[in-house]
């Protein structure tokens, strides 16, 4: 057997493709400088996170009047305190400090962070450690609906502080806003990272003034900064406090996203925006919106707003409406990036994806969940109609997400950076034991709303077990309705009758046996191309595998070759440009006539002792024949492709 090497550069100086698996840009492959990556990172990381001020301070403190009190200097200085700190400890130590380490050559978020800690499986079913991570990717989809309804309407609610009148335009203008939203995803992160991050540049300096000119008139906000502030809060009044707790995650909602999107831009480029620029604008803005109500306790009903003067109101509302336009982005991208990796990872059905850029291959776009995205967020803006409704519906499932990213994380400290026992799990307790009070404090929103991203999130993961589930027994039924290669090579003796020039390449499942379709065909048509190809694609638990570790080639007599094509899980398969890797690679009959055959297996469920349960086996069913096309995945010639067809019991 032999690997496929690197090739040495044409006479242009640039390496040709050895294989199908087109590179982008992850860790150490990230291009730009440092200012340019920080910017984009602003306008694609950060907006989520970002665009909390406009609404977490107005619901954690809007919990404390829902239990029929006025907030008092003890309340307004808790409230303040707890967000400061759960910044500090959540994503600036968790996340920027620990999570972003947890790079999968470069890729982030709860996919990768799988993978790095449990290998992908054909054969395997769904062990604990994977469902994890499908809890958790699944119910980032359902966030990923939600917040961009909260988001924009918070933002357009700004124009009923601006004149009552207007909050007929409020729903609207925010379905408006949304669609054009989803309508440029086309066009691509790095394009909207550049149109985005200089807007977000200039929102996180607003954030940083409107609230720096508060806290000079009311220095003594800073008292917050000592966690004892918080002791009021949840010592003297623990009902409130509760609710309250639940209310303070949302000024961290962004934090899983920011790790989702890290491939886009590099860890580096995202700790420095974090540390440089918007940790220290949202703590300025938070203590802000503290002083003003120390001042003014009337103002607890949109202290954000009411930071700015009147004149600079309609304003604030046009920068907030496009910041929150850009918190969307970050949610939108991190679940396209997630889409694929759960494509390659067997855990969705095979989907159209376009690269968006020709630098980076990290950016990319994904049509049938760009639209189910839209429409799930519009029926929530139409169902909900209100931020402060949505609001409930917020955080429970980042909440559930933030505590599986911990569990992950701490397999890979022990079992990927060897990190001791005692300190690890001290270290990831106190950090699961945050993530845990924040979920159960979300979970008492769950008949107000938290229902919803749960919803969506069990649907999702649903969807993903049945497949996975059900493409590991298709993968075991083949594998059995397979032959050995000595057998097989003895019907080809027997059965073939003829051997036609040119070159036939088998896209099979099965690499340790020959596949039922290659069967099938000799059984059938008894002619055979003078070279066969048997290629199968295994994927990886890396994002990229190096070129010269790609392919393995193996030539097993009579004209048959067998090629393993290694695939990271962002990367996308393009077979014919494997074939050019080969031909480069010394098999030069590769470059001759070439005819694709690929399996197109009609399912049938076994009336006794099915191996699928009904729901399973339908979701299952229905995903298989809604899936984009073998061909179609593999980038293959149509007018070069055979489909064999044959029946398979499951």
């Known amino acids: 057997m032999t690997s496929a090497e690197p ?48 609404y977490a301070m107005q619901t954690a ?40 380490r947890a790079d999968n050559d470069g890729e982030g978020g709860i996919l990768s962070l799988l993978s790095l800690v449990h290998p992908p499986s054909a ?23 939600i917040t961009p309804a909260i988001s924009v309407l918070s933002a357009m609610e700004g124009l009923v502080v601006a004149d009552s009148h207007l909050g007929a335009f409020v729903l609207p203008l925010t379905v408006a806003v949304l669609v054009a939203l989803f309508a440029i995803q086309y066009r691509g992160t790095g394009v909207i990272g550049r149109l985005f991050g200089p807007i977000m540049a200039l929102w996180f ?44 995650f949302l000024a961290l909602t962004g934090a899983e996203a920011l790790y989702a999107d890290m491939g886009h831009f590099g860890a580096g480029a995202i700790r420095r925006a974090w540390f440089v620029v918007v940790f220290p604008a949202l703590i300025l803005n938070y203590l802000g919106q503290g002083a003003l109500l120390l001042d003014k306790p009337e103002a607890v009903d949109n202290p954000f707003y009411r930071l700015a003067p009147d004149w600079a109101l309609v304003p604030l509302v046009i920068l907030a409406t496009m910041a929150t336009v850009i918190a969307s982005q970050a949610l939108i991208s991190g679940v396209f990036s997630m889409t694929r990796q759960a494509i390659t990872l067997r ?31 519009l029926m929530i803006v139409l169902g909900f109609r209100h931020s402060e409704a949505l609001a409930a519906a917020y955080g429970i499932a980042v909440s559930a997400t933030m505590l599986i990213t911990t569990i992950l994380l701490r397999r890979v400290m022990r079992e990927l950076w060897n990190w001791p026992a005692i300190p690890t799990n001290l270290m990831m307790g106190f950090f699961a034991a945050i993530d845990l009070a924040f979920l159960v404090a979300n979970s008492t929103k769950l008949l107000e709303g938290g229902w919803l991203p749960l919803a969506i999130g069990g649907f999702i993961a649903f969807l993903m077990v049945a497949w996975r589930k059900g493409t590991a027994i298709v993968q075991i039924k083949l594998s059995e309705g397979g032959t050995t290669f000595a057998d097989f090579m ?80 962002m990367q ?49 069913h229905l995903m298989q024949r809604l899936g984009l096309r073998a061909s179609d995945y593999f980038h293959l010639p149509p007018e070069q492709v055979m489909e064999v067809g044959f029946r398979l019991e499951v």
Request: hydrophobic share 50%; proline share 6%; net charge positive.
């Open 572 to 620: 996308k398969p393009d077979v014919p440009t494997v074939m050019r890797g080969l031909a480069r690679l010394g098999l030069a009959f590769c470059r001759e006539e070439v005819t694709y055959y690929i399996s197109h297996e009609r399912l049938i469920r076994a009336e006794r002792n099915p191996a699928l349960s009904g729901p399973i086996w339908t979701a299952y």
């Open 490 to 569: 003895r019907q080809v003796e027997e059965t073939v009758v003829h051997r036609l020039p040119g070159t036939a390449v088998f896209v099979t499942r099965t690499a340790d046996r020959v596949s039922p379709m290659l069967v099938h065909h000799v059984t059938h048509n008894r002619v055979l191309h003078e070279h066969v190809i048997l290629l199968t694609l295994v994927p990886t638990k890396r994002p990229r595998v190096p070129a010269g570790e790609r392919l393995s080639v193996e030539q097993v007599g009579n004209g048959f070759w067998r090629v393993t094509v290694r695939i990271g899980f």
């Open 7 to 54: 090739m040495a550069k044409d006479e242009g100086g640039a390496a040709p493709a050895t294989d199908g698996l087109h590179e982008q840009h992850g860790h150490g492959h990230v291009h730009g400088s440092r200012g340019m990556l920080m910017l984009g990172a602003l306008g694609v990381v950060f907006g989520d996170i970002g665009t909390s001020p406009l």
């Open 61 to 100: 403190l809007g919990a404390v009047t829902h239990h029929g009190r006025v907030p008092s200097e003890g309340d307004v200085l808790g409230v303040v305190s707890l967000i400061i700190w759960a910044l500090i400890l959540i994503v600036a130590v968790k996340y920027v400090a620990l999570v972003l």
């Open 205 to 248: 300096g607003v954030l940083a003034l409107a609230g720096l000119s508060h806290v000079m008139q009311r220095p003594d906000i800073l008292i917050a900064f000592n966690p004892l502030s918080a002791e009021h809060l949840l010592v003297h009044a623990p009902g409130v406090a509760f609710a309250v707790f639940g209310a303070v």
């Open 347 to 377: 855990l969705l059905p095979r989907m159209s994806i376009s690269p968006t850029s020709r630098k980076s291959y990290g950016q990319i776009y994904v049509g049938v969940v760009n639209w189910l995205l839209m429409i799930a967020t």
């Open 123 to 145: 054969k395997e079913m769904v062990p604990m450690v994977v469902f994890l991570g499908i809890c958790g990717a699944a119910l980032l989809f359902g966030d990923g609906a």
